[in-house]
């Protein structure tokens, strides 16, 4: 059989061999404890569970095959697999300057603490690495948008002796497969678009080196970082439509960020697939389609609240990457550098018809004051 497309990878990703009066879609496995005895694969639950095992054989098949998968409680239990299972006191780490919020204060409070020297780079670059021994990417940024060369950065950091880590939650693996363009590991927060739908807490860490996934594993199984049997399962189950979701949230928010670049009061709007955003060049060298979110600047918070009033679509979460739109004023927590009126959209979904009137008569209401 030829390479199969991503709709076909998805929806059978992790499955079973068939076996004649067995389930076809096995449940979870809900237990902590094993009998023992001769052949026994588990013993504690964790240190491992069925279950586990089959989500990340699927998603190690959707990072494109030959993949260590190990599985998290969340997507900032994986960060922190990677920092701390990886660097040790005199190491020094390059973390992103503009992801993910909640990465910087991790690193900058807990990691510095433990002797470890840690540096920030916006995400289009510079870099600095010299002497570095883990440099840490997300692209495209949350919530910025921006992008970042992986094949030049990846080289440039193992000419400098450095492992590189990409956080992928943004693009998904059927978006960007960072581990193709010479990255050492791959994480993501499967909270968002891979899961999809708003209503579990799950992560991961893939990599297609032995040593460096049997570091990560038990850090997971030191920590206790471990997933819910049932939360596995439901990401499990989550992936056979992620192909079809992402498909429609690539297409609303190409729709939605085009909406907003001819609407005089946004200032800024950020997608790596419009043509014109700066970011494209790059992301369409190594990106397989470019994903539901995108970021906009609009006039002030109480525009902001009188749009999102306004809309019978879009809801105020904080979350991305559910089948319903979601906007979120990102200034309002404090942890990222932007204007009042910035805000973080994650398309749903909806019918494009339906959400891009539903948000012109919210931008028009907003507007009208």
């Known amino acids: 059989m030829s390479v199969p497309g991503d709709g076909t990878l998805a929806s059978h990703a992790g499955e079973r061999d068939a076996v004649a009066g067995e ?20 013993s504690y639950g964790r240190a491992d ?14 990072e494109g095959g030959g993949v260590y998968t190990t599985a998290f409680a969340s997507g900032m239990a994986a960060i922190s697999a990677v920092l701390f299972g990886l660097l040790t006191a005199g190491d020094t780490v390059v973390i992103p300057s ?4 909640a990465t910087r204060p991790l690193a900058l409070d807990r990691l510095d603490a433990l002797g470890v020297t840690v540096r920030q780079a916006p995400t289009p670059g510079p870099y600095s690495l010299d ?20 094949a030049a950065v990846c080289a440039e950091a193992h000419a400098a002796g450095a492992l590189v880590a990409v956080d992928n939650t943004t693009a998904t693996p059927l978006g960007q497969r960072p581990l193709d363009f010479g990255a050492d590991l791959v994480l993501a927060s499967d909270t968002k678009a891979l899961s999809g739908h708003g209503d579990l807490l799950i992560g991961h860490v893939s990599t297609r080196d032995e040593a460096l996934a049997g570091r990560i594993r038990q850090w997971r199984s030191w920590t206790g970082a471990i997933p819910g049997p049932f ?29 907003l670049a001819a609407r005089p009061e946004v200032s800024a709007v950020r997608y790596p697939g419009l043509p014109d955003d700066p970011a ?7 990106m397989r389609r470019f994903g539901g979110v995108l970021s906009a600047v609009l006039p002030d918070a109480a525009f902001v609240e009188r749009m999102l009033a306004a809309s019978r679509l879009a809801a105020a ?53």
């Open 131 to 150: 002497g570095a021994a883990l440099v840490l990417l997300e692209t495209p940024s949350n919530p910025g948008m921006d992008v970042c060369d992986l």
């Open 317 to 369: 979460v904080t979350s991305f990457g559910d089948v319903r739109t979601g906007i979120d004023r990102r200034a309002q927590w404090g942890g990222d550098v932007v204007p009042e009126g910035f805000v973080r959209i994650s398309c749903g979904i909806e019918d494009t018809a339906d959400l891009v009137a539903d948000l012109t008569v919210a931008l028009d209401a907003a507007l009208a004051g």
């Open 49 to 62: 569970n069925p279950t586990y095992r089959d989500l990340e054989r699927a998603i190690g098949e959707l």
């Open 280 to 286: 494209h060049p790059v992301a369409s060298k190594q």
């Open 231 to 259: 939360e596995a399962w439901l990401a499990l189950r989550s992936l056979a439509t992620l192909d079809l979701r992402l498909e429609r949230q690539a297409s609303n928010a190409l729709a939605v960020a085009s909406l």
């Open 98 to 101: 503009d992801g993910y919020y």
């Open 23 to 42: 389930p076809a879609r096995p449940g979870p496995v809900l237990s902590s404890i094993f009998h023992l005895g001769p052949g026994a694969s588990d």
